[in-house]
């Protein structure tokens, strides 16, 4: 048995305490400070199952429930969020109300998975997909007209683009579109988009959340219990369900999450300054920076700003994959918010939006030494010079 909140409720504690004394087990004499795995596909039963009682662990498992319980408890939801087994199955699951021949409203700059799985809607049900630049509020609220869902990334992946979630969310609202708000970049120690009137919050986990690039796990949450029922019950039927181990990790890699979001974050903004002002550079985007386009908004909208830069050396391309050949310390892959730092160029992916400029390099911002990590780049950007 767990207890969702810690003996002085939740709106006592502030977000950084939440993320460690959400989810534990009851304080009771000889109980376990740290909630325990259980690996077990089925449970003892027979007749009726009860309200409560386990039965199948494609249903629920009680290994789920803590960080279920944490991660509402940092996004400020009433009901406890709902663990899929990766990223992309929360948002197909809080896609799953879009109706055959319906209207999604999203980010041009997505995350390409997202795109892929909306362009499948296109040719399997005929949805209309409509992309929008976020920043522009008025080209969105105007590209709400008659959708069915509006999907937001702020700030979005890999350009950083920085929406006006609160506007953009109750004109979604006030036209009865359903608002789904795809919160992994900022985390919710950044921003709480279910405050700002999103019905649905989805993250992979796989990033900050589980932070330690060890899990594939995602998550969607709301306020609304029949929403929250809705997504359990796809779930179930779906069969994308997390494996326990997944889960406990996550919610090991959640306790550490405020000072790792904190520590990345100050690292970033000390790499964009640095590398602004580096003669190798053409262009570096972070939204600390105070003449970046997503600037004022996010520092009036965030608590923080981030730990994603986007990079562009000087001589196009090809300088900048020799810039990630060059590195030693950042790690050439894919993905992001890990402790470790990596780098990768987003246009060597064939469905990558034509959008994202071919020179551009995504920068994940680990909680290294900044010495250490500005060191390796300033090295790497100093040997295309040469
Ligand atoms: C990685 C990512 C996803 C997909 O999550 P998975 O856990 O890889 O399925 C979705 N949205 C954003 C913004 C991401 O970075």
Redesign the pocket.
């Known amino acids: 048995m767990t207890s969702s909140h810690p003996p002085h409720g939740p709106a006592a504690l502030r977000p950084e305490t939440l993320a460690v004394a959400a989810g534990r087990p009851e304080r009771t004499q000889g109980a376990p400070v740290n909630p325990p795995l259980v690996l077990s596909s089925t449970y003892v039963s027979q007749g009726v199952q009860q309200p409560g009682e386990m039965l199948y662990t494609r249903m629920d498992t009680e290994t789920w429930h803590p960080f279920e319980e944490a991660l509402a408890a940092l996004e400020g939801a009433g009901e406890p969020a709902v663990a899929f087994g990766?990223?992309?199955a929360a948002?197909a699951a809080a896609l799953s109300s879009v109706p055959a021949g319906g209207t999604v409203v999203l980010p041009r700059h997505a995350?390409q998975?997202?795109l892929g799985f909306v362009d499948d809607l296109t040719r399997r049900a005929g949805v209309t997909v409509r992309r929008v630049d976020v920043a522009d509020t008025d080209q969105v609220v105007a590209a709400l007209d008659g959708a069915s869902l509006l999907l937001v990334?702020s700030p979005t992946?890999p350009m950083l683009e920085v929406a006006d979630l609160p506007a953009l969310l109750t004109a979604a609202r006030e036209r009865d579109v359903l608002s789904v708000v795809?919160n992994?970049?900022a985390t919710p120690l950044g921003q709480q988009p279910l405050a700002h009137g999103a019905d649905v919050v989805v993250h992979?986990?796989?990033?900050y959340l589980a932070g330690h690039s060890d899990v594939?796990?995602?998550a969607a949450v709301t306020d609304s219990p029949e929403i929250a029922a809705r997504l359990r019950a796809y779930r179930t039927l779906h069969g994308s369900v997390p494996g326990p181990f997944e889960v406990w990790l996550a919610l090991r890699g959640l306790r550490t999450l405020a000072l790792r979001v904190e520590r990345s974050q100050a690292n970033a903004a000390e790499l964009a300054h640095r590398l602004a002002a580096h003669p190798g550079v053409a262009e570096v985007r972070h939204p600390s920076l105070p003449d970046d386009p997503g600037h004022e908004r996010a520092a009036r909208l965030m608590h923080g700003f981030g730990s994603i830069l986007g990079l562009r050396p000087h001589g196009g391309p090809a300088a900048a994959d020799a810039l990630v050949a060059a590195v030693r310390l950042w790690v050439p892959a894919t993905?992001?918010g890990g402790v470790e730092s990596s780098l990768e160029r987003r246009r060597r992916f064939a469905t990558e939006s034509l959008t994202v400029p071919e020179d551009l390099l995504r920068l994940s911002v680990g909680i290294e030494s900044v010495e250490d990590l500005w060191s390796d780049l300033e090295q790497a950007l100093d040997g295309l010079r040469t």
């Not at 992979?204 to 990033?207: G, I, L, Y």
């Open positions: 990766s990223g992309m948002i995350y998975v997202t990334e992946n795809d992994t970049f992979s986990v796989t990033k594939v796990l995602g993905s992001l």
